[in-house]
């Protein structure tokens, strides 16, 4: 029985599916189905069920799935245990924003994979929120303020952001003085998100409304200039618009409170060595100051 079987098995189990699993191993659906084969054989029973959708685990499958990722992740960790320090490999898997993610978090994970060449890193740009275990990452980057999981969290730096509108906005609508107010306004936004404003000591919760969506922040800045609604953005994609006066600053009485930058893992006592290296150089990057747009 080899390591990479079970390694496949366990991807091809939280996957749904030997596509889906192929692209997270980066190699060809035949090499995952061979694979698959092959552990079977060994063990003498079936693991998965084919469909036309994907792939569903027996009964089996699911009480061997535990064992074979418990395997895995020792396997994993006695190879860190072993290696030289500082080095690391194998394959790692970071979910970031793409809001700030190319250009703030990339250079520190690309410096990191410059300073471990036998490290396979892979980075997936979204604003969405992964989940982490069923789309296979190792980690992810998360800018804002964190809701409640069972995600282990690590902060690694502060930034902030304001309450914007256009002025074309303003003049028509106004412009609103407190959260009561606020929430009368439209905004533009991500989802169906809360949103947060300071009153002093304390933390105001806001349930604004608004037509229009989006999935990047950068979009939202877009919107906000074309005067749709109010739009609450971290102030390093709007610090020019503000000079220019193209965006002015809402409700400064009740700010935004600054955004976390957190290292999300999944649950366990100990974060594998890769984890911790990136959250080292991240906090070297970001600890100390605010992210900007520098």
């Known amino acids: 029985m080899d390591i990479e079987e079970l390694r496949t098995f366990v991807e091809v189990a939280d996957a749904g599916g030997v596509t889906a699993a192929a692209l997270r191993l980066g190699v060809s659906k035949s090499i995952v189905s061979r694979r698959l084969a092959r552990l079977e054989a060994d063990l003498g029973i079936q693991l998965l069920a084919r469909t036309t959708r994907g792939a569903a685990l027996t009964e089996a499958g699911i009480t061997f799935r535990d064992h074979a990722a418990k395997v895995c992740g020792e396997i994993d960790i006695a190879r860190e245990t072993i290696l030289p320090a500082g080095a690391l490999r194998g394959r790692f898997r970071i979910a970031a924003p793409l809001t700030f993610g190319p250009t703030h978090f990339a250079s520190v994970i690309a410096e990191l994979a410059l300073r471990n060449p036998e490290l396979q890193v892979q980075t997936c740009y979204s604003d969405r929120f992964v989940d982490l275990i069923a789309d296979g990452f190792d980690c992810a980057i998360r800018v804002g303020h964190l809701s409640d ?146």
């Open 149 to 294: 999981s069972s995600m282990m969290a690590r902060l690694v730096g502060w930034t902030t952001a304001k309450y914007v509108a256009a002025p074309g906005y303003i003049e028509k609508h106004g412009s609103p003085q407190t959260p009561e107010e606020f929430v009368t306004h439209q905004v533009v936004m991500q989802g169906t998100e809360s949103w947060l404003a300071k009153d002093g000591d304390k933390v105001v919760l806001m349930k604004p409304q608004g037509r229009y969506k989006a999935d990047n922040a950068v979009a939202l800045v877009a919107a906000a200039l074309a005067g749709i609604g109010l739009a609450g953005l971290p102030e390093a994609l709007i610090t020019e618009h503000l000079a220019s006066g193209a965006l002015v600053e809402v409700m400064p009485r009740y700010p935004l409170p600054e955004l976390g930058i957190y290292v999300i893992r999944p649950p366990g006592q100990h974060p594998a060595r890769k984890i911790r290296a990136l959250t080292e150089m991240l906090i070297e990057c970001f600890g100390e100051s605010a992210l900007n747009t520098q």
